[in-house]
């Protein structure tokens, strides 16, 4: 490598690069709209904008961490270059003026203190001599010399306003930026790159008009993105923190005649199958969750059926992010001569037939718990390989990770509330498709709704963070960290795949079980599943090692997904 390149280094470079990427965002973000509609546009903009700022967090050059470039990279000077390459592309794309004006759609706003003819022309930069194809460094090294020009470009971008005079062009231009980005994207590793969307998830505006925006465009985003803006969406108005507009109305929870139902299962956990027949003539084996209401307080009755029938109501929301592993909800029925109780009925989507072919017998549907061994099983769990335990171990995280950045608790999370379909196959198969199940307890993030106390047996206690068993404890009231607690509960069964019955030892009350796990059990799973597995139950159990303070939202989700989720998707036999 040359003068210029040796001089700077490649994360140098890199780091340059996103500098000036940042800042040619910055000055186009805040472009008046000098056209109408231009505004919806402005909106994919900042995805865009937000997208790369998600990235430089994913590959350390936000931070200026040269250590998990590297990893990123895998030692592989061609990644480097491409990296690099793409970098410079972006960074040509935001500062070139003239092509921001002639093919874009932008001008230099007249209201501003700097006119156009005021400002120096720009140099050309060649970016057609190299290709990522070609010797790394010999690539860098012209990547490098480009630099100073970009730099310069984007210090007298800065001194003048701008305006978009040409919305279809404009649209043109962010098109070409959510391509680069697509590509920056695609260089991450499966794992950075599952963290990266479920970060962006996470970002997601708390604005209506722009959540509903994103929702209906989905040329901008991925599709879970699109369908977690709506999931977000529909919580809000929910919360009645905003107000609907024409088009953009809560939907109605589906309420079916109880009759409708055919062929019904016996009940076991309040948990029963049956068959029901659409109106397009299909008939669907469905799942039905028993939910009843108690409480002496009609006042708290009444306020917990509206939670439910919001909770319905975002269930049978479709398309779903796949990362929820939530079911389809269809609707609900209440049972005759039961007071407030109430049936979910969800759809087994791998079980659904043409009404003319006769309906196959009720499918097996399992529970992760039904697989554990009990106390007297010592035997090596054969039937469920290790590789297929890690898959399952990263679907449940990612899954509660979903599910808390839609607004929502679980606040029943153990392994009876796992359901594993066997359409057909092995049972192992199914491990690796797992759904959360059990919403009867649900309810929206927010320590002012009121926490429904489970009817948990002894067994479902044990899933329980100690705080929250604990009346008179100031942490009493539920919350997002004792979701993650019942899930490290969970992720110990399946690391070392007994029920957690099995492990408790007598004598033992909440707190003394607590403290038994993390110093007898936590340990075990390092020989049984590495210690990565280990350190991110660890982080389940013990909030303080997400280093967060008492924080219960976004930084703690943040921390629970790079500490938790994106730990277990880098597990591997």
């Known amino acids: 490598m040359e003068a210029a390149g040796l001089a700077i280094g490649v994360v140098g470079l890199a780091l340059a690069l996103c500098d000036t990427i940042r800042q040619g965002y910055e000055v186009i973000v805040e472009a008046r709209g000098a ?7 402005q909106i994919w903009f900042r995805i865009e904008q937000q997208k790369f700022d998600n990235w430089t967090v994913q590959v350390g050059l936000a931070s200026n961490d040269t250590q998990e470039f590297d990893v990123i990279c895998q030692g592989n000077s061609m990644i480097k270059s491409l990296i690099v390459d793409i970098l410079a592309q972006m960074s040509n794309l935001l500062t070139k003026r003239e092509d921001l004006e002639k093919k874009y759609g932008l001008c230099i706003h007249p209201a501003g203190d700097k006119k156009v003819e005021d400002l120096e022309p720009d140099h050309d930069v060649s970016l057609r001599e190299g290709s990522a194809l070609q010797v790394a460094s010999a690539l860098i090294q012209k990547r490098a010399e480009s630099l100073p020009e970009f730099q310069k470009r984007i210090s007298k971008m800065a001194k003048v306003k701008w305006a978009v005079r040409d919305k279809k062009r404009f649209n043109d231009f962010i098109g ?6 697509a590509a920056l994207c695609d260089i991450l590793p499966p794992s950075r790159r599952s963290a990266y969307h479920r970060a962006l998830q996470l970002e997601q505006p708390s604005d209506n008009d722009r959540l509903q925006l994103i929702s209906n465009h989905s040329e901008w985003v991925d599709k879970d993105y699109a369908a977690a803006a ?34 019904r299962g016996p009940t076991k956990q309040n948990r029963t199958l049956a068959q029901i027949q659409q109106k397009d003539g299909t008939t669907t084996h469905v799942l039905v969750e028993l939910k009843t209401l108690t409480d002496p307080d009609p006042r708290i009755i009444s306020t917990l059926e509206r939670r439910l029938m919001d909770l319905i109501a975002l269930l049978q929301v479709a398309p779903k992010p796949s990362k929820y592993r939530v079911l389809d909800c269809l609707g609900f029925f209440t049972t005759p001569g039961q007071d407030h109780q109430y049936g979910l009925i969800f759809a087994l989507p791998e079980f659904t037939v043409p009404a003319r072919i006769p309906a196959p017998p009720l499918p097996r549907v399992e529970t992760l718990y039904s697989f554990l061994r009990t106390a007297a099983d010592n035997k090596v769990p054969v039937c469920f390989c290790l590789e297929a335990r890690f898959r399952l171990a990263a679907l449940l995280a990612s899954s509660v990770s979903s599910i808390h950045a839609a607004g929502w608790l679980h606040h029943n999370i153990n392994s009876s509330n796992i359901l594993c379909l066997l359409p057909d196959g092995e049972a192992e198969d199914s491990i690796e498709r797992p759904y959360l199940s059990g919403f009867g307890y649900a309810r929206v993030d927010d320590p002012r709704e009121v926490s ?12 329980q963070h100690p705080d929250y068993q604990t009346p008179l404890h100031p942490n009493h009231k539920y919350r997002r960290s004792y979701d993650f607690y019942s899930l490290g509960i969970v992720l110990i069964e399946i690391g070392l795949w007994k029920r957690i019955s099995s492990l408790r030892r007598r004598g033992l009350d909440e707190r003394g079980f607590a403290q038994d796990i993390q110093r007898r059990l936590v340990p075990m799973l390092g020989y049984y599943m590495g210690e990565q597995y280990r350190d991110a139950v660890a982080s389940c159990l013990d909030r303080t090692r997400l280093k ?26």
Do not use: M, W
Not at 35 to 41: R, S
Not at 176 to 181: A, E, G, K, P, R
Not at 239 to 263: C, D, H, M, V
């Open 35 to 41: 056209v109408e509609g231009v505004q919806t546009a």
């Open 176 to 181: 070409s930026l959510s391509d680069f980005n």
């Open 230 to 263: 709506r999931f977000k969406q529909l919580h809000l108005l929910q919360q009645r923190s905003t107000s609907p507009t024409p088009g953009n109305e809560l939907p109605k929870p589906i309420k079916i005649p109880f009759n409708n139902l055919e062929s």
């Open 452 to 463: 429904e106390v489970t009817n948990e047996n002894d067994i479902d206690r044990l899933y």
């Open 548 to 573: 967060v303070g008492d924080d219960e939202d976004k930084r703690l989700s943040e921390s629970f997904s790079r500490n938790v989720v994106r730990v277990l998707e880098d597990c591997h036999a």
